[in-house]
C-alpha cells in the first residue's frame, strides 16, 4: 500500500489528530494558538511560542482548561469564551409542536453548565430565530421555502394556540423552550446572559449580524456551541464562526438534531477534527470547579 501523502486531505480517515511531537504555533503574529506535546492547545493568544518551547502555566484566575475529544485540553481566556447556544426554542422543542426527543434531553445538562460558566465570567449567548416584519420582505426565497410545507405555513404566519406568529420577535413560539425562558431571565437580570436574534439558520452569516457585532464589540474569539439543530442552524453558525476566525468548541451533550442517523455524527466528526473542538458539559463542569 502507497503511504498517502502529508499534504493529502488532513481528517481523511481520521479517527483522532495525533498530537505534535514538538511545540507548534498556527496562525499569525496577532492571532495565534499554541500546541504542546502534552495535548494542551492555548487558544488564550497571551504567549507567543517560546525558543526553548516551555509550557506556560495555568492563570487560575484569567484562564480555564478544558478537556476535549481527541485527547487533547485547550486553555481559554475567561473573559473572552461566550457559550453560544442556539434555538433551544419552544417551535423547536415544546412537544405540542413537534417531537424533539434529543434536543428535550439537552435541557438537564444546559440548565447544569450555565451556572459555572458564569461563575468563571463567561457570557451566556442565546442565539435565537426572531424576526421582524421588514425582515420578513427580504429573506431570500431558499430561506422562505425551507420553513413551508406544501407552499403554506411558514414564517409569520399564526401558529396554533397561543404560540403566536411562526418566529417572530415576542411571540411564545419564538421564546425559550420551558425552565430555558426563566433561565435566561435570571441571567439577563444578573448581567451575564444576552438574548440575540438572527434571521437565517447561520447566526453570524455577515459581518454585520448581531452575534457578529456582539462578539467584536466585546472581544470575544472562543465560542462554546449548543443547541439545535445540529446539522442546520447550530453547525451553519459554527462554520461560519470558523471561518471568521473564531475558536469554535461543540459541547456534545446540549446539541442534537431531528435528521437521520449520521446527522449529528457528522458535525462531530468535522468540529473535532477539522474546525475546532469537540467536549461535553461535564468536562466544562470539572474545570470549571
Known sequence: MSQVPIHDTPILGMATRPRVSKAIEYGNIANFWVEY???LMDLTRSQHLTTDGVEPSLASSTQLDI???GDRTIRVDKSKTAAVIIDMQNFFLHPELRVHKTGLA???P??????????????ILWVNWGL??????????AVVRGFMKGGLGGFGTEMPGNFGRLLMRDACNSELYGPLQAEYLKGKKEGTDVWI??????GIWGHQT?????LKENGITTLLFGGVNADQCVSGTFIDAYFQGYDCVMVEDIT??????????NVLYNAANSQGFVTNTSNIINASG
Do not use: W
Open 37 to 39: 506535546p502534552s495535548g
Open 67 to 69: 478537556p476535549v475529544f
Open 106 to 108: 439537552c435541557v438537564d
Open 110 to 123: 444546559l440548565l447544569k453548565v450555565i451556572g459555572p460558566l458564569r461563575k468563571q465570567g463567561v457570557k
Open 132 to 141: 421582524t416584519d421588514q425582515e420578513l420582505k427580504t429573506l431570500p426565497p
Open 197 to 202: 436574534h438572527k434571521n437565517r439558520m447561520s
Open 210 to 214: 448581531a452575534l457578529d457585532l456582539y
Open 256 to 265: 442534537a438534531t431531528t435528521s437521520p442517523a449520521g446527522g449529528l455524527e
